[in-house]
């Protein structure tokens, strides 16, 4: 045990934060379009796992034609919208629920994914030969890249669901039956949720396809965990700062930093020197243990938890009692 302790070398920790910060500002920004889902519109939408990939495919290729870094990511953000539309689509035009509507169009997404790059399970792109929006050759204009990005897409994100149409999208997750009644179309509302959702993650695809310099087809694989394990670290800790004074952009900033907390604790883990093939077991473990705070805390806040407490302890105390 001495041995593997006096192995582990701070000095490369403290090395390797800098990329994962860069990567976990990233992921905040694909969490953001999940949280639009998961907690708005109380969708658990699986589309997010093909459609980072189509953010990733569309950018590099369009990058490789001479196309403008940004205006590449634009169109990515243009697919990601029609992916989320088309799942929007199956599930209110169809009948087909939620979580299958989106593992129906993440399932088709591979093979269109595979069509963008050409039929290759990758596309490479240089840094050396394009201009590119962010590159894991300069982490630091990275980090503060994605920290300007993720500073605009909140204050957007903020200023639309404060307006009529944003706060529509809000009421038909909180209470479906009481928007319909209000006059509210809420199957619109859940495909423009979607959309706007999946536009968001296709960005932070491509921006991750520039970062690590390729376009992979399971680039996106296990999108959806890594975004509910930002949300929900991001929540945990927001709470635990702020608790009540936790407002709708202090729940947005969180849920982006959560994505940071995450891949610091993925770079904690390979930095112990852990199996990386149980990687995918240690990033499930934590979701889990994250997943489980909100519903402990309630559990011992609960008050009928308290008044059980509350009646054992005046039952042992009138036995005592009774017994003198």
Excluded at 3 to 20: E, Q
Excluded at 85 to 101: D, F, K, Y
Aim: charged share 10%; with cysteine; aromatic share 8%.
């Amino acid at each position: 045990m001495a041995a593997y302790f006096s192995s582990l070398d701070l000095a490369a920790l403290v090395s390797r934060l800098p990329a994962g910060i860069a990567q976990g500002v990233i992921w905040g920004i694909m969490a953001l379009g999940v949280y639009m889902t998961f907690r708005l519109l109380n969708f658990a939408d699986m589309t997010v796992d093909g459609t980072f990939t189509t953010g990733g495919a569309v950018t590099v290729v369009l990058i490789l034609a001479g196309w403008n870094p940004w205006a590449a990511m634009g169109i990515a953000i243009l697919a990601g919208l029609i992916t989320g539309t088309v799942t929007g689509l199956i599930h209110t035009l169809l009948g087909i629920p939620s979580i299958l509507a989106g593992i129906l169009t993440q399932f088709a997404l591979y093979s269109i994914n595979l069509a963008i790059m050409g039929m290759t399970a990758n596309k490479a792109v240089s840094v050396d030969k394009y201009a590119l929006a962010i590159s894991s050759r300069n982490v630091n204009l990275a980090i503060l890249t994605g920290i300007i990005l993720v500073a605009v897409l909140i204050a957007l994100l903020y200023w639309y669901f404060g307006t009529e149409e944003g706060s529509a999208i809000r009421a038909t997750g909180c209470n479906p039956e009481m928007s319909k009644a209000q006059g509210i179309n809420i199957s619109f509302m859940k495909v423009l949720a979607l959309a706007l959702s999946n536009g968001v993650v296709a960005l932070a695809g491509g921006l991750m396809a520039q970062f690590q310099g390729f376009a992979d087809i399971n680039m996106g694989r296990g999108s959806i965990v890594i975004g509910l394990a930002a949300v929900i670290i991001g929540e945990v800790v927001g709470e635990l700062l702020l608790g009540k004074r936790l407002n709708f952009a202090g729940r947005l900033s969180f849920v982006a930093i959560g994505g940071i907390l995450y891949y610091i604790i993925i770079v904690i883990v390979l930095w112990l020197k852990l199996n990386s093939n149980m990687l995918k077991l240690f990033q499930a473990i934590t979701v889990a243990i994250f997943l489980a705070v909100p519903y402990l805390q309630g559990q011992s806040k609960s008050s009928f938890r308290r008044a059980g407490k509350n009646t054992v302890v005046e039952n042992t105390e009138g036995r005592e009692i009774k017994d003198a």
